[in-house]
């Protein structure tokens, strides 16, 4: 099973309902989420949550997906940057407060079976700011398809 990932800075600063940054499936090829690292780009501290979406309503610009084997076929599912319209909000995943330094990070992984996405063009993953003053954030998600 190959291996993706998507990796950058956010352009929006997120809020309980906006993602700063997104991973959806398409119809027909889900994902096996494997870790998602979230860090502090400023000095003040800011709450962080991984968050299943349950419909991609606003997703942001398209990212570029890469694949950890030069070889491996193209990615299926879709990473997206900041968000531009407000998303379902469904089970949170996890949730951390990064402090008050940049570079102050958490890395979220998620063992033998990964977190799953199934297929479908309204399953994703995301990273919102479940409280507080959503700001701008560095990340990466990998996954497995």
């Not at 990212?63 to 940057?81: I, K, R, V, W």
């Not at 951390?96 to 063009?121: E, K, N, R, Y």
Request: with cysteine.
């Amino acid at each position: 099973m190959p291996r993706y990932s998507i990796a950058g800075r956010s352009t929006v600063a997120g809020t309980t309902v906006r993602a700063i940054a997104s991973l959806f499936a398409i119809a027909g090829v889900g994902a096996k989420v494997r870790e998602v690292g979230v860090c502090n780009t400023t000095n003040t501290a800011v709450a962080v949550a991984l968050v299943r979406f349950t419909n991609a309503t606003g997703v942001g610009a398209g990212l570029t997906e890469g694949e950890y084997d030069e070889n491996a076929p193209a990615p299926s599912c879709t990473g997206f940057a900041g968000h531009t319209a407000d998303g379902a909000v469904g089970q949170v995943f996890r949730q951390a407060t990064l402090g008050a330094a940049a570079g102050s990070g958490v890395i979220w992984t998620f063992g033998d079976t990964g977190l799953i996405i199934q297929p479908g063009t309204a399953n994703g993953i995301g990273i919102i700011c479940p409280t507080g003053t959503g700001q701008i954030c560095d990340y990466v998600i990998d996954w497995d398809e």
